[in-house]
């Protein structure tokens, strides 16, 4: 039976429209079929399968027994097994006790117990301290933070592949505070020349700023910010490059590497910020069983910490619940390898879907761990969906299409706007889909669709896959699904007059310019219709602008720049009439400069059709050199991973960037050397190459030009490659 309860959360009860069913499904069909059919579909691996909830059909499958890696459509799995067993109800606990001896508010240890609760922030954490305050203590000794609940085990199988710091990559923990990552604001200094602003929220004595970050005299940022362990449990957190004179602040969130200490510290600091003296230090420890109990914290229900994973696809809330199962059913402490076999038991116990038959090793889908099938996807959407304990919940914790979490700007102006839900996944070379859509006509679905392996670009790939969503979402509406086929197959480049190209760049970089968060809707509305390929790069860069943290504008910006004639080339041209800087590109480099890989990877995309414009040499050798300055390690990788073109051509413009640098301690030598040295074998050959390239390449760039006749070459101007080697160049 189907929960009544599903129709508030998702779907009203299912209505007959008008018309032969059969035909309406052959139309369906055939609609799907052409999307397909599509080069960016078909050129891919790819798992899709269709089903209604109303009859039980299988309207549609194409490979759909294939394992593919879903991304983080796993979230899903992760969060039915965790409604299963831990149900909508349950709630995180965190208990603060003090030692048996505590007299008059007076503790000689404050010790904080933690369930492995996913929702704790600054903000309540200080209603935490208040409660302690009220409690009645005064003066603490030690903080010793117990978070025995969890094994030591930080990291799930899979993050090992990508050791970047960003917060996505956030570590485990059983007292965990601000999803584990933490706030790095800068701005501007006084004037230019002087240091810029790095503040940390929330600020402790956990971190160790160091702060290398300069207000510079140019218009645009090139900052990059690292976070890395420090001695004695802390936290380094190192910014480099340069801000505009102007910047207001702005904030980059990057991951901590030890969660006791980091929820610890902060705790510290909040207490002092309440008038509780702590005269010792932070510590890790088990609570003895003779402590007293001061408080307990408990979450929110965890329906609503299920919205934070799959609304915004949080790794870390995933991860955590992962060992949250294992701690509630096998026993404390938790790992991710009992969690993993509570999902393996629901899966096979609950939904049929036998052990062996998929592989899973982390419950957050990252890099290149998971294998899942859209049939195994579409069962376990069928379970939950008639489940009347789960359903709503479950449901109502995935994003809608055109209205939030990871779909807010998906599908817009379709008919799967508000009748769409699904979650999302994506990673490199990989994007998935899978979820529930209400049609036009009534009818209700289950899908999934995962596709791997695709060339070139993502954005298309997405477009296609939207288009499946699309389709179905208007079924049951005269000629709905072709018309929603039609009018993403209509989205083809037409190319404005130079004139109002002009016109309309200049309006969108004014926009970009005001910097204001409501400009977005109608720039996305452009976007949306707009069909010159450089303009549209434009909008999408006044996007970005409008609010630089969004990583969805940024996303934007991404998918809407690429090295073509169409776009880089006209933006010079169309720059050049206008007198003023590619538009695009510099928000390129902003995003490369802080480590983005697939922004490091558009980078280098522009450097083959700079070739032979001086002014686009210049301005692509210049952001190389920069993006070097603040994300060495970052771009070196990128170089490793480029096509062999591009990264040829790369190296030789990197060169002449580096030179006009003219700087003897710029960071890309050391981290290149460190390169040279590491344990991966091809790494090390890879940047042993980059360093003899480099080497060649800036003789190349010093030597002495031919001289024109009548002209003297100057005394000083000379000098062979062979003098130029790793112990003599600028940083060597």
């Known amino acids: 039976m189907v929960p009544a309860a599903v129709a508030v959360a998702l779907l009203c009860a299912s209505t007959a429209f008008a018309g032969n069913k059969e035909a309406e499904r052959a139309a369906l069909k055939k609609a799907l079929l052409d999307v397909l059919d599509r080069p960016t579909l078909k050129t891919a691996r790819l798992s899709f399968e269709l089903d209604s909830l109303d009859t039980g059909e299988k309207l549609l499958q ?109 570590p485990t923990g059983a007292v965990s505070i601000n999803w584990n990552s933490v706030g790095v604001y800068v701005r501007a200094g006084t004037g230019p020349g002087q240091k810029a602003v790095v503040e940390i929220e929330p600020a402790s004595e956990f971190f160790v700023v160091e702060n290398g970050l300069t207000t510079g005299s140019r218009k645009y940022r090139r900052f990059n910010v690292v976070s890395e362990p420090a001695p004695d449990n802390k936290q380094r957190i190192r910014v480099m490059g340069a801000i505009p004179p102007d910047q207001s602040a702005i904030a980059t969130y990057k991951k901590i590497d030890n969660p006791p200490f980091y929820f610890g510290h902060t705790l510290k600091q909040m207490l002092l910020m309440k008038g509780i003296k702590v005269h010792g230090r932070v510590r890790a420890g088990i609570t003895p069983d003779g402590a007293r109990l001061l408080s307990v914290a408990q979450s929110d229900t965890f329906d609503l910490v299920l919205k934070r994973m799959n609304k915004h696809s949080s790794n870390f809330v995933a991860e955590m619940l992962i060992k949250t199962l294992g701690a509630e059913v096998g026993g404390k402490p938790g790992t991710f390898s009992k969690g993993i076999e509570v999902v393996e038991d629901f899966l096979e116990k609950e939904v049929g879907i036998p052990r062996g038959t998929y592989v899973m090793k982390n419950g957050s889908g990252i890099n290149d761990t998971n294998r899942f099938s859209s049939a195994q996807f579409t069962k376990v959407l069928r379970y939950m969906f008639t489940n009347e304990a789960y359903a709503p919940e479950y449901i109502s914790a995935l994003g809608i299409a055109g209205k939030d979490g990871t779909l807010k700007y998906r599908m817009e102006g379709s008919d799967a706007v508000g009748r769409l839900r699904a979650k999302t996944g994506t990673l490199f070379n990989v994007t998935a889909l899978s979820g529930y859509v209400q049609a036009v006509g009534g009818e209700r679905f289950i899908f999934s669709v995962l596709v791997n392996d695709f060339p070139g670009r993502i954005g298309p790939v997405v477009d296609s896959v939207d288009a499946l969503g699309e389709a179905v979402a208007a079924y049951g509406s005269a000629g709905g699904p072709q018309r929603a086929v039609a009018a993403v197959a209509a989205q083809q480049p037409v190319l404005a007059s130079a004139d109002e190209a002009k016109t309309k760049i200049k309006t969108y970089l004014a926009l970009g310019r005001q910097k204001d968060k409501r400009n977005i809707s109608f720039l996305r509305t452009i976007w949306r219709s707009e069909k010159d390929p450089a303009v549209r790069a434009v909008v999408a860069e006044s996007i970005y602008r409008s609010d630089p943290e969004d990583y969805l504008g940024a996303r934007t910006l991404l998918d809407s720049v690429s090295g073509s004639p169409d776009v880089y080339g006209r933006l010079r041209a169309l720059a050049r009439e206008m007198a003023i800087d590619v538009p695009a590109v510099p928000a390129v480099v902003e995003v490369a400069a802080q480590g983005n890989a697939e922004a490091l990877a558009k980078l280098l995309e522009l450097v083959r059709p700079s070739a032979g414009d001086p002014g686009a040499e210049k301005e692509v050798s210049t952001a190389l050199s920069e993006v070097g300055r603040t994300a060495p390690d970052e771009l070196i990788l990128a170089l490793k991973n480029a096509p062999g073109a591009d990264r040829d051509a790369a190296v030789t413009m990197l060169a002449k960037g580096l030179v006009r640098a003219a700087d003897a301690d710029h960071p890309f030598w050391p981290a290149l050397r460190k390169s040279m040295g590491a344990v991966d074998a091809a790494t090390a050959t890879f940047a042993k190459q980059v360093d003899a390239t480099l080497s060649l390449k800036i003789a190349e760039e010093k030597a002495p030009k031919p001289a024109l006749a009548g002209q003297v070459v100057p005394a000083s101007a000379t000098g062979t490659a062979r003098e130029v080697t790793a112990e003599t160049r600028p940083g060597g």
């Open 62 to 170: 194409q490979n759909a027994d294939e394992l593919l890696n879903p991304a983080s459509n796993v979230k899903l799995v992760t969060a039915a097994a965790a409604l299963w067993k831990l149900g909508p109800e349950y709630r995180f606990e965190t208990e603060f006790l003090t030692d048996a001896e505590c007299r008059d508010g007076r503790a000689k240890v404050l010790y904080v117990r933690g369930k492995g609760d996913p929702s704790i922030t600054n903000e309540r954490l200080y209603g935490m301290v208040t409660e302690i305050v009220h409690a009645g203590l005064r003066e603490v000794g030690d903080i010793v933070v117990d978070d025995s609940w969890f094994d030591g085990e930080r990291l799930a199988p899979g993050f090992d592949q990508d050791k970047a710091d960003r917060s996505y990559n956030a």
